[in-house]
């Protein structure tokens, strides 16, 4: 079955520290793979994508990585701000129209 | 460049009553157009995506439909809603061979 499940649920962290989230899937084909962040309220917009060959894509403070191996992928967020604060989806392609959402991750960032 | 709008913004609608959201997309061509549907706590669920005018494809059996009149329009409908179809509803264009979904402001419907 293709699944995407990310962890954890939802974390709460102060402003300034760093956090990891992951995202684990068993999508088959494997096109790329994307994280989105999701204001409330607001639409998803995409801080990486990345195909099968690329293990690792930064924008600013957002590291993702991807180990097309072991199917997993992280999102590293560096010296959190409070306008980090949102859900943070994983969202893996199979091509085409295929695609398939994690339910993402809620992220706190607390002053 | 690109832009995309959704509107309404917010909407709250009486069961049975009908339904049409409207989403539309500024700076580009035949664009593939996706209509989703976000439930709290749940990942996105696709409704219904689009390659052309005319040209609608529906992911699940639902109480739901949409239409592409224009090359860069998409409407969701229904006839008589339900308190199920509640729910935070985005709208999605991509380049046709793209690799990304660019996601409208979404539009939030209550049913009551």
């Known amino acids: 079955k293709n699944q995407v499940e990310q962890s954890p649920q939802s974390l709460i962290i102060l402003e300034g520290k760093n956090c990891t989230l992951q995202?684990?899937?068993?999508?088959?084909?494997?096109?790329?793979l994307r994280w989105y962040k999701q204001d409330t309220g607001r639409g998803p917009v995409s801080l990486t994508i990345?195909?099968?060959?690329?293990n690792t894509k930064s924008n600013g403070r957002y590291t993702a990585t991807l180990d097309a191996d072991t199917k997993q992928s992280s999102l590293h967020i560096t010296a959190s701000q409070l306008s980090d604060s949102a859900s943070y989806i994983c969202?893996?392609?199979?091509?085409?129209?295929?695609?398939?959402f994690g339910a993402g991750t809620r992220l706190f960032v607390k002053a | 460049s690109q832009t995309i709008h959704q509107w309404p913004a917010t909407l709250v609608q009486p069961v049975g009553s009908p339904l049409s959201l409207e989403c539309t997309v500024e700076?580009?061509?035949?664009?593939?157009l996706y209509w989703y549907r976000q439930a709290a706590g749940r990942g996105l669920q696709l409704l219904f995506y689009?390659?052309?005018?005319?040209?609608i494809s529906s992911e699940v059996p639902q109480n739901l439909s949409a239409s592409r009149p224009q090359d860069r329009q998409f409407i969701l409908s229904s006839k008589k809603l339900l308190l199920s179809d509640s729910g935070f509803y985005l709208c999605?264009?991509?380049?046709?061979?793209?690799?990304?979904?660019?996601f409208g402001p979404g539009t939030r419907l209550t049913v009551l």
């Open positions: 990345m195909t099968f060959s690329e």
């Open positions: 969202v893996v392609s199979r091509g085409g129209f295929k695609t398939i």
């Open positions: 689009s390659v052309g005018i005319g040209q």
């Open positions: 700076g580009t061509s035949n664009p593939n």
């Open positions: 999605a264009w991509r380049l046709a061979g793209g690799n990304e979904q660019f």
């Open positions: 995202c684990n899937y068993t999508v088959s084909p494997f096109s790329n």
